[in-house]
């Protein structure tokens, strides 16, 4: 069974667009999950623009079902790693000031640096997943350096399934399949939505989890939260 893992930072961005705590960004995680999702994702960032360090260590004591904290995995947030012990790490190689994740990890040019954070991470009990581009090299990599898991990039395929979803598909089936042979899990995020959704799941062998925000929290405006959630279980069930 592929897992929803609901990213809340667009809904933490809406609640400091004005002040307050509205809309609750605990809340709706409990809804989330009430609702039918499998976990709830995170990624802070170090000016605190969307999900805030004080969010993350309020969300350890509610979330029931899997805590997934995206960063990069600077001194910062190694530190949050030890302090809150999430079901896994997501390791994106994002800049402090990136608008969002927009390339994975060249796991051969940082194996050194990758290996280390890895191994120290997984000595707490945590899952670690790292963030890559759909090329086989790369999956390879992080094999090498003893991640649990690869998060494959997916902005490349929505861009590409609008024209040639077989093309977009392809080069993700491949890095799928040398994960799976390689002993790790698979796990895919980054602009799927209710379009594209179906069609990937449906084609990548051993899908363990996809992280959805943006698309979810837009899509939630229109059909609200607990309908989205389903018609995105929905598309991983069909």
């Not at 191994?119 to 649990?148: C, N, T």
Request: proline share 5%.
């Amino acid at each position: 069974m592929t897992r929803l893992s609901v990213n809340i930072n667009k809904i933490a961005t809406l609640r400091n667009a004005r002040g307050g705590n509205n809309p609750d960004v605990i809340k709706v995680a409990i809804d989330c999950e009430r609702f039918g999702a499998q976990g709830i994702t995170v990624h802070p960032r170090p000016d605190e623009r969307h999900i805030r360090y004080k969010d993350v260590l309020m969300l350890r004591d509610v979330v029931t079902t899997e805590f997934n904290i995206e960063g990069y995995p600077d001194e910062r947030y190694v530190k949050m790693m030890h302090e809150v012990k999430p079901a896994q790490a997501t390791l994106v190689p994002d800049p402090p000031n990136a608008i969002t994740s927009n390339a994975g990890w060249d796991t051969i040019k940082h194996e050194s640096f990758l290996r280390d954070i890895v191994q120290e991470i997984k000595s707490l009990g945590v899952r670690v997943s790292i963030f890559v581009d759909p090329s086989p090299r790369m999956v390879e990599g992080a094999i090498a350096v003893g991640a649990d898991r690869v998060e494959l990039y997916t902005e490349p395929y929505a861009v590409e399934y609008l024209v040639n979803k077989e093309v977009a598909i392809k080069p993700y089936i491949e890095s799928a399949k040398i994960a799976h042979a390689g002993g790790i899990g698979i796990n895919a995020g980054h602009d799927l939505d209710l379009n594209n959704l179906k069609y990937l799941h449906q084609n990548i062998p051993h899908l363990d989890e996809v992280s959805i925000g943006h698309a979810l929290v837009s899509d939630a405006l229109y059909y609200g939260l607990e309908n989205t959630i389903q018609l995105y279980l929905k598309q991983l069930k069909d």
